[in-house]
């Protein structure tokens, strides 16, 4: 079997990924918002087809993990995909979404194992990726965090007793301005460029597929990214599977927002 370098799987975690967000924007606003089945949308699966060939035509031994199709293939490396997270965006014609590949090694257990990420914006900016041990990447270039602190955090919850925890958050800083954008990997790669101060899911509806590039790139670049319990947050890659809350914060501010949320509801 080939073994490829991190630099290599970054590298081609990238092209596919930025290959499918390329046809997702040639098919913006047209009949691929389609829904095919519930909540899926036409671009859904022709991105994730797009990605899928893509990665049988490098010749490499792989299965990928995608939202739409689940497991397909069996060989070692393992691909965990969102071919279009913020199906909800897209489908009507708002730019917020993107399309994430992480990339696991032959022996990897967990999504915390991924060596290689990419998430490309299908709307605008550019694709955001990781290699581990290697840093961050913002289009082709090396970058680090912001070192100026923000004051963002992007917030989902549905529950009453969700939102009372999350309100915690204006006693840790005054200045925090909350938003909600609709795609969790896109302000996950925020909050790891240094460009959101927190990113806070409670929901415990996030899967491996949404989340899997977009930790490692946050990782990689200086963030932590655990549950409320302040354990790391891992997740299958055998299948697509549920990974519960996530927590994803600048380390130097990781104590002090994780205790203002982590008391009684």
Same mark, same amino acid.
């Given at each position: ?5 991190? #630099? ?5 975690? %990238? ?6 967000? &390329?046809?997702? &924007? ?22 994730? &087809?797009?990605?899928?060939? =893509? $990665?049988?035509? @490098? ?5 990928? %993990? ?9 060989? #070692?490396?393992?691909?965990? +995909?969102?071919?279009? =997270? ?16 992480? +990339? ?15 998430? +490309? ?9 990781? *290699?581990?041990? !290697? ?6 270039? /090396?970058?680090?965090?912001?070192? @100026? ?27 925090? !301005?909350?938003?909600? $954008? ?6 996950? /790669?925020?909050? *790891? $460029? *240094? ?24 990782? #990689?670049? *200086? ?18 599977? %549920? ?15 994780? !205790? +203002? ?5």
């Amino acid at each position: 079997m080939e073994r490829r370098e991190i #630099e290599d799987l970054r590298s081609l975690v %990238v092209k596919v990924a930025e290959g499918a967000a &390329r046809m997702l &924007r040639e098919e913006w606003c047209s009949d691929s918002t389609m829904r095919v089945r519930g909540e899926t949308i036409r671009a859904d699966l022709e991105a994730e &087809r797009a990605i899928y060939e =893509d $990665l049988r035509s @490098e010749g490499l031994s792989f299965r990928m %993990v995608s939202e739409e199709s689940g497991t397909m293939g069996d060989g #070692e490396y393992t691909f965990i +995909v969102d071919p279009l =997270d913020g199906s909800l965006n897209y489908e009507n014609c708002i730019p917020w979404c993107s399309v994430s590949v992480a +990339v696991i090694p032959p022996g990897g257990k967990s999504i915390s194992d991924a060596v290689a990420g990419a998430v +490309v914006p299908i709307g605008f900016g550019n694709t955001v990726s990781f *290699g581990r041990g !290697k840093g961050c990447f913002e289009g082709s270039e /090396s970058v680090r965090p912001k070192a @100026e602190g923000s004051n963002l955090v992007f917030v989902y919850v549905e529950r009453p007793e969700e939102t009372t925890r999350v309100a915690r958050v204006f006693t840790y800083s005054p200045n925090i !301005k909350v938003r909600s $954008l609709g795609s969790s990997a896109l302000e996950i /790669s925020t909050v *790891g $460029l *240094g460009r959101g101060l927190a990113f806070i899911d409670l929901r415990g509806k996030l899967r491996n597929v949404d989340v899997a590039a977009a930790i490692g790139i946050a990782r #990689e670049c *200086g963030s932590v990214a655990v549950n409320l319990s302040g354990q790391d947050v891992g997740g299958a890659i055998d299948r697509v599977a %549920v990974v519960g809350d996530v927590i994803v914060v600048r380390r130097e501010a990781a104590a002090g927002l994780l !205790k +203002v949320l982590s008391g009684p509801p």
